[in-house]
C-alpha cells in the first residue's frame, strides 16, 4: 500500500511568482486536506476536497487555490507570493470526509 | 487565534519514566482529540485519539485523558523510550464528517537514556 507522497520535497520561489505543489492520495483515500505548517507553529488548515469538490476552507485568501482530480490526487496553488507563504505545505489524505487523515512528508517552500 | 495550545515547547525525560504532555483547547463545539507524531522531515503521524464522551483511551504505552469541563487533555507515554523523541501535536475537530483538525503548536519531546 502506497502512502501519501508529495511533490517536489524543496522549493524556492521569488515574491510575486506563482507556485504548484502536488500530492498523491494513499490508495483508496477520495479526500485530502491540504495545512500550512509555519516554522515554530502547528499545521492550519488550508482546506480540503471530497470526491472533486472542496469541503471547507481555512483562513487563507483566494490566492490560495486547489484542485482534485479524478484519480483523487490534489494540487495547491498559490498566487502573488508573498514571504509569509514561507512554510512547510502537507498534504493528508482519508477514507471519508471525516475519517483519520494520514500526512505525506511536505513540502518545504521558502520565498525569497 | 488558537483554538488548540501546547503551552510547554519542550519536555525531557529520562528513558524509563512517564512522559506527560498536555493540551488545553478554548472551543466548546470540539468533540473529537487527536495526537500526531513528527519526525524531522516526516509528516505527522497518528498517535491516538479520543472521542469527547469519553475521559480516557488507552492503546499500549500511550493514554490519553480527557477533562471536559477543564477543556484539557493530555498524554502520558509509560514507559518513555528514547524512540519516542519528536514533536507531538494535539489536534482538534468537531462533527463526525467534517475533515478539518485545529492543532496546536507541538511539544518537542527528548527521552535520554
Known amino acids: 500500500e502506497t502512502g501519501v507522497t508529495q511533490s517536489p520535497t524543496h522549493l524556492i520561489k521569488t515574491r510575486g511568482q506563482q507556485v504548484t505543489l502536488r500530492c498523491s492520495s494513499q490508495s483508496g483515500h477520495n479526500t485530502v486536506s491540504w495545512y500550512q505548517q509555519a516554522l515554530g507553529q502547528g499545521p492550519q488548515f488550508i482546506f480540503q476536497?471530497?470526491?472533486?469538490?472542496?469541503?471547507g476552507r481555512g483562513n487563507f485568501p483566494p490566492r490560495f487555490s486547489g484542485l482534485q482530480f479524478p484519480n483523487y490526487s490534489s494540487e495547491l496553488n498559490v498566487n502573488a507570493l508573498e514571504l509569509d507563504d514561507s512554510a512547510l505545505y502537507l498534504c493528508?489524505?482519508?477514507?471519508?470526509?471525516?475519517?483519520?487523515?494520514?500526512f505525506g512528508p511536505g513540502t518545504r517552500l521558502t520565498v525569497t | 487565534d488558537q483554538q488548540v495550545k501546547q503551552n510547554s515547547p519542550s519536555l525531557s525525560v529520562q528513558e524509563g519514566r512517564i512522559s506527560i504532555l498536555n493540551c488545553d483547547y478554548t472551543n466548546s463545539m470540539f468533540d473529537y482529540f487527536l495526537w500526531y507524531k513528527k519526525y524531522p522531515a516526516e509528516g505527522p503521524t497518528f498517535l491516538i485519539s479520543i472521542s469527547s464522551i469519553k475521559d480516557k483511551n488507552e492503546d499500549g504505552r500511550f493514554t490519553v485523558f480527557l477533562n471536559k469541563s477543564a477543556k484539557h487533555l493530555s498524554l502520558h507515554i509509560v514507559p518513555s523510550q528514547p524512540g519516542d523523541s519528536a514533536v507531538y501535536f494535539c489536534?482538534?475537530?468537531?462533527?463526525?464528517?467534517?475533515?478539518?483538525?485545529?492543532f496546536g503548536r507541538g511539544t518537542q519531546l527528548t527521552v535520554w537514556p
Open positions: 493528508a489524505s482519508s477514507l471519508l470526509a471525516g475519517d483519520e487523515q494520514y
Open positions: 489536534a482538534a475537530k468537531r462533527g463526525s464528517t467534517l475533515g478539518r483538525l485545529y
Open positions: 476536497y471530497y470526491r472533486e469538490e472542496e469541503n
